[in-house]
């Protein structure tokens, strides 16, 4: 079974740029997240997807970071304008969706190094 | 809110010793899930272990076993028998355990790194 893929997987832009990244989630997972991991910390959610519905974006810098799962299956994360802080790794998981709470492992990504400079 | 602390950033074990990752949290739900994530130098997340809150048992994978004190709020991880593989980034992670939607997100703490000399 293949895992979650994501790209790039490093990227390098100057701030105020824009970027975008890319997650093809594993095949039949309903459940879509984008976490954001700051060096140091843990990962922090900022979106999840149920198909291709938001369930929870609270944590979505919404100015400027925007999300979209065409067709429930894809994902594309993009960041406009970007700032210095937003340097980190965005990762992308997946999960069933539709099993019981104690089964519904998420999967993660390799995920994406994003710099901005 | 529920919060993860993991108040080792940094621990060392010799190969084929045991180690023990520590980890508390804050909750006020009574029913829940806690995991044990390990993040190698390549970044790919991969669940090591999980614990329901309702269940007082244990739980065990092969050489990973956690110690769940449900009253205390404390999850600790406890790696027997480590190996050079075992060698990443550690995080405590939380999830609610009520059904669907927004509550599905895990918590994380700030992570352990973990070094396995040889």
């Known amino acids: 079974e293949a895992g979650v893929a994501q790209s790039p997987r490093y990227k390098i832009i100057e701030k105020r740029q824009s970027v975008a990244f890319w997650c093809n989630p594993i095949s039949g997972h309903a459940t879509l997240y984008w976490y954001q991991q700051i060096l140091g910390q843990g990962p922090k959610l900022l979106i999840q997807?149920?198909?291709?519905?938001?369930?929870?974006d609270s944590q979505l810098p919404k100015d400027r970071f925007s999300a979209e799962r065409l067709k429930g299956v894809d994902s594309t994360l993009k960041i406009q304008p970007a700032k210095l802080e937003d340097s980190a790794v965005y990762l992308c998981?997946?999960?069933?969706?539709?099993?019981?709470?104690?089964?519904?492992?998420?999967?993660f990504g390799p995920g994406t190094r994003l710099t901005v400079l | 809110a529920q919060t993860v602390t993991q108040s080792q950033p940094e621990m060392s074990v010799q190969e084929a010793e045991t180690v023990t990752l520590s980890c508390t949290y804050d909750?006020?739900?009574?029913?829940?899930?806690l995991f044990w994530y390990k993040q190698p130098p390549s970044r790919q997340m991969i669940l090591v272990i999980r614990q329901e809150a309702y269940k007082q048992q244990n739980a065990t994978e092969n050489r990973f076993s956690v110690n769940f004190q449900k009253a205390a709020k404390s999850f600790s991880l406890k790696i027997s028998d480590s190996q050079l593989g075992d060698a990443a980034m550690y995080f405590c992670?939380?999830?609610?355990?009520?059904?669907?939607?927004?509550?599905?997100?895990?918590?994380f703490g700030t992570g352990t790194l973990l070094a396995v000399q040889p």
């Open positions: 909750t006020s739900e009574s029913d829940y899930y």
């Open positions: 998981a997946s999960s069933p969706g539709h099993l019981a709470p104690s089964t519904d492992t998420q999967y």
């Open positions: 997807f149920q198909n291709n519905g938001v369930v929870d």
């Open positions: 992670a939380y999830r609610s355990a009520r059904r669907g939607g927004a509550t599905n997100k895990l918590i």
